[in-house]
């Protein structure tokens, strides 16, 4: 039965293509598959109330730059004798998309491999199957040359990170875009790279990717910054940039035999317990210290990081940030990096910060502005003290470390 009325299916689809006159530039062999393939709402079933459309609009396929490798340069695994009905299970059009990855990496195999390294990709791996592959950014059927320069509202991360995208359009950078110059203002890519996309709060490469273009900056801080060095690592540059921003410590936790971050790669999330403990066993009471936190000062959200204004708005009052009790300080995380590469963190309750309590193994870390973070003295106190106040501890850890709500996805949800 299935055969005959896909017989039908294709002399419709026949007549359809000979009206188009572009279509002509297609081999024989393709012009077969797209019998079929040209019929808009042609799906496949895949159970459970999904299908798969099976539309290819051949016109655009013969104009794009994979137009003479043919169907089968990228569907070698479609045998024509067979084919169709050779009953491929295929699980979520998602899952068909992203394993089609690897048609794309046999020939582009540096972009793969680039492409493989990044927080994408890791993200794909963790089982987060919204992170983009090729064809998210590129299409699949009617990829163009790189050439035809992307406008403004359909640049590929947009469609995923639609907030950042519009803090972004409205900075001083996505302002200036189209402005013409000796240098052109940076889109998401100029900064994060297509790629090898990195996790955005881990390592140097944003701040490398702004003093690459802008490298006269270390020297205009130092005419009026001290310790120009130490603030541009430990503040971010959008924390003065974006100067309406809200602000956060992020408290890193560093191995300090091998200098890097702390992570937990085990896949579970760390709930405030698992912290607990983790915090504890590096630190136990005697022992040489084996864990070293480092503070970082950066802006609170993703969307805001990107609200970067004129210099002239920048902040630069000294006060902002060095006063008793400077708002920038009020909100305080601990970070550990999760599975995907991206950090975990973890936000302690104000109170904390209003009400240390010392002990002596604290002088082991070093926290910036541990002055006047006491955050760590009162996690050791409260940890110390844990085995005498079960109850009381278990309460004050619950509300002293919880996973901040925001960290949920940000991307790719199919449902927004
Ligand atoms: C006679 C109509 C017809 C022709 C000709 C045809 N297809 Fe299909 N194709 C289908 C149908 C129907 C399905 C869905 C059922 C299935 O998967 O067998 C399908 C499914 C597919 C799929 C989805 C994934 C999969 O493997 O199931 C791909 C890819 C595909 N075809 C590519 C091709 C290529 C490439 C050619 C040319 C070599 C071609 N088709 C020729 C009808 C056709
Ligand atoms: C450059 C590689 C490439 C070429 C060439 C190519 N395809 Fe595909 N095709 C893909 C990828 C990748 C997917 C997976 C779906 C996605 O990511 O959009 C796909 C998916 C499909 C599907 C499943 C439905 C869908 O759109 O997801 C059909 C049917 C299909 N291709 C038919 C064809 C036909 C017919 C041709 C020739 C006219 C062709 N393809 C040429 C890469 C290619
Ligand atoms: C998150 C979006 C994104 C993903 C995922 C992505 N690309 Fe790209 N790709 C881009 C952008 C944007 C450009 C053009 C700008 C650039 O290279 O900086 C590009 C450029 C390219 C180019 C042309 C580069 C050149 O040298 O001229 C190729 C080829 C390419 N990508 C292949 C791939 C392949 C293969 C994959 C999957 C393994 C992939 N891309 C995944 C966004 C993406
Ligand atoms: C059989 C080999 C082959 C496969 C498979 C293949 N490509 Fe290509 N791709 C090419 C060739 C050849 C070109 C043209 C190169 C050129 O003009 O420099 C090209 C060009 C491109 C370009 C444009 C590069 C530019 O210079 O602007 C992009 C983007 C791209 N491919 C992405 C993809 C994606 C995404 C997939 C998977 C859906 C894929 N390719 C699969 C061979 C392939
Ligand atoms: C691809 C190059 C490029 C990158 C990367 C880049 N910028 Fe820029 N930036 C520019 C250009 C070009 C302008 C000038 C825009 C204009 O014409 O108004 C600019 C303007 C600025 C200004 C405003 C200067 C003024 O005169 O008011 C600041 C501040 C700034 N950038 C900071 C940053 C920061 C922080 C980063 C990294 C997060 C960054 N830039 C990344 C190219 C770049
Ligand atoms: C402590 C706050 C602070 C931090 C951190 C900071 N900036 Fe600035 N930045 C400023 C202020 C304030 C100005 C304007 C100075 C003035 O009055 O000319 C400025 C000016 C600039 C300018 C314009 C320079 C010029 O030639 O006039 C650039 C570009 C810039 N910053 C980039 C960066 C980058 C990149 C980073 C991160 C590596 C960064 N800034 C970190 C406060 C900061
Ligand atoms: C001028 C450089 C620059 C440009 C352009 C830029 N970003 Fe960013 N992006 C940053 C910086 C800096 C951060 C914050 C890093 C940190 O926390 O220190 C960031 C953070 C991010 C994050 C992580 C957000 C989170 O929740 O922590 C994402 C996602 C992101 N950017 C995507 C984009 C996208 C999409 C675009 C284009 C619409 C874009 N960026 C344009 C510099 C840039
Ligand atoms: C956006 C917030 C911010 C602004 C604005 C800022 N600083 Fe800082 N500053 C920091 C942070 C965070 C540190 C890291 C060390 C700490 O707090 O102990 C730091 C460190 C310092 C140090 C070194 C302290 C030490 O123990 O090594 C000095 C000195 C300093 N700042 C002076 C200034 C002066 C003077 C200005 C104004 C011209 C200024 N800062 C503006 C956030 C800021
Ligand atoms: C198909 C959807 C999709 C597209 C398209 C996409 N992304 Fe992403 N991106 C994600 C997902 C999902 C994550 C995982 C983290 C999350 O959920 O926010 C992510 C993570 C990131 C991160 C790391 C965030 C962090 O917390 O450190 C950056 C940076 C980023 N993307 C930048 C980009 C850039 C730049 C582009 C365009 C070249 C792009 N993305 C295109 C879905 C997408």
Request: with cysteine; aromatic share 4%.
């Amino acid at each position: 039965m299935k055969f005959t009325h896909q017989l039908l299916l294709a002399a419709a689809a026949v007549a359809a293509l000979s009206a188009v006159p572009a279509a002509a530039a297609l081999s024989e062999d393709d012009k077969g598959c797209l019998a079929c393939h040209s019929q808009e709402g042609l799906k496949k079933n895949l159970g459970k109330g999904e299908t798969l459309s099976l539309h290819v609009a051949g016109e655009e396929f013969a104009k794009s730059v994979h137009g003479e490798l043919g169907c089968i340069g990228c569907h070698a695994d479609v045998d024509s004798k067979k084919h169709p009905g050779s009953g491929r299970k295929i699980a979520s059009a998602r899952e068909y998309a992203v394993a089609k990855v690897e048609a794309c990496s046999q020939c582009h195999e540096d972009k793969a491999k680039l492409f493989q390294g990044s927080v994408h990709a890791t993200t794909l791996r963790t089982g987060n199957l919204w992170a983009p592959v090729c064809t998210d950014c590129h299409g699949s059927h009617a990829v163009r040359a790189k050439a035809a320069p992307e406008p403004m509202n359909g640049i590929s991360c947009r469609k995923c990170h639609d907030e950042i995208f519009d803090a972004y359009a409205g900075s001083m950078h996505g302002l200036a875009r189209g402005k013409a110059g000796p240098v052109k203002a940076p889109i998401c890519v100029d900064c994060h790279r297509a790629h090898d996309v990195s996790p955005a709060s881990t390592g140097t490469r944003l701040r490398d990717a702004c003093l690459g273009c802008h490298a006269g900056a270390l020297a205009a801080h130092e005419k009026w910054l001290p310790n120009t060095k130490t603030h541009l690592e430990v503040v971010a540059c959008p924390a003065c940039h974006a100067p309406a921003s809200q602000k956060r410590v992020d408290l890193r936790l560093y191995d300090p035999a091998t200098k890097q971050r702390m992570s937990d790669e085990s896949g579970r999330s760390l709930d405030a317990k698992a912290l607990w403990d983790l915090l504890r066993g590096v630190n136990r009471e005697g022992a040489p210290a084996r864990a070293t936190l480092i503070g970082r000062l950066e802006v609170r959200t993703g969307a805001e990081s990107h609200l970067l204004s004129a210099k002239s708005k920048a902040i630069k009052d000294c006060v902002t940030c060095h006063k008793q009790g400077a708002d920038a300080f009020q909100n305080v995380t601990i970070s550990i990096i999760g599975p995907d590469g991206r950090p975990v963190r973890y936000e302690a309750q104000k109170d904390v910060l209003n009400n240390p309590a010392s002990v002596e193994s604290v002088s082991d870390f070093y926290v910036i502005g541990g002055t006047r973070i006491k955050l760590l003295d009162a996690l050791l106190a409260l940890a110390l003290a844990a085995g005498v106040l079960v109850p009381i501890g278990h309460l004050l850890l619950r509300k002293l470390l919880r996973r901040k709500p925001t960290e949920r996805p940000q991307g790719g949800n199919p449902t927004r």
